[in-house]
């Protein structure tokens, strides 16, 4: 699986948009792009995936480079709640279960 | 409601006790999964199982055995033989391949 580099916190104030950045520049051209946040005490929860298109749900949008060595995770109004620690991974897909390889991830703090 | 439950929250053990965890889902999922998280660091894979009656070793399964006789339900006992067992561990499941539905977690002390 391909690497991936995170920053360890980040802070966000209120209402504004949360950029969060994350490497994989060993990507390969069958990996996809995963994200996944956990709040404090409790089990991960799925955000978004992507492989090369830029994409768009409820929760957020993934951002992905032209030569899908980075990718963005947006928030465009954060609020309290979106305080925990966001997980970028990055994993080919198999036919049947995937396994996720969590890193250390980054810290998102919202300050009100 | 369809959900992935694990039980009980909180588990005290003495040293050298086995002890099993409970992961059940009703989501009607075929994959299923076990995590062990340490303070401050991200989750590890244990076990997974991709359909009932089989199972694989995940990077840290040293320690750990699991079973799979029945769809809903994914055990995970913590032998003697685990150096180090005390952890927060997550249950997950899977229909897909991109999303895994986590359980709220079992923390386990062992003393």
């Known amino acids: 699986d391909a690497k991936t580099t995170q920053p360890p916190s980040m802070d966000c104030a209120e209402g504004r948009a949360a950029n969060l950045p994350c490497n994989h520049s060993?990507?390969?051209?069958?990996?996809?792009v995963y994200w996944y946040r956990q709040i404090h005490s409790q089990g991960p929860q799925y955000i978004i995936h992507?492989?090369?298109n830029n994409e768009t749900n409820e929760m957020a949008s993934l951002i992905i480079t032209e030569d899908r060595k980075s990718s963005t995770l947006i928030l465009p109004h954060a609020t309290l709640r979106d305080t925990a620690v966001y997980y970028c991974?990055?994993?080919?897909?198999?036919?049947?279960?995937?396994?996720?390889?969590f890193g250390e991830g980054t810290q998102l703090t919202v300050n009100p | 409601d369809g959900g992935i439950t694990q039980s009980p929250k909180y588990l005290f053990r003495k040293e050298g006790q086995n002890v099993t965890l409970s992961c059940e889902q009703n989501l009607n999922h075929d994959a299923m999964y076990w995590y062990r998280q340490d303070p401050g660091q991200g989750l590890r894979l244990i076990y997974y199982s991709q359909i009932v009656n089989d199972f694989q070793k995940g990077d840290i399964a040293e320690g750990y055995s699991v079973s799979r006789e029945k769809k809903e339900s994914f055990p995970l006992t913590v032998t003697s033989a685990q150096k180090n067992p005390t952890a927060f561990y997550l249950c997950a499941s899977s229909l897909t391949s991109y999303e895994q539905y986590f359980g709220p977690g079992t923390r386990l002390t062992v003393t």
């Open positions: 060993t990507i390969s051209g069958n990996e996809y």
């Open positions: 992507g492989l090369k």
């Open positions: 991974i990055v994993r080919v897909v198999e036919t049947s279960g995937s396994r996720l390889t």
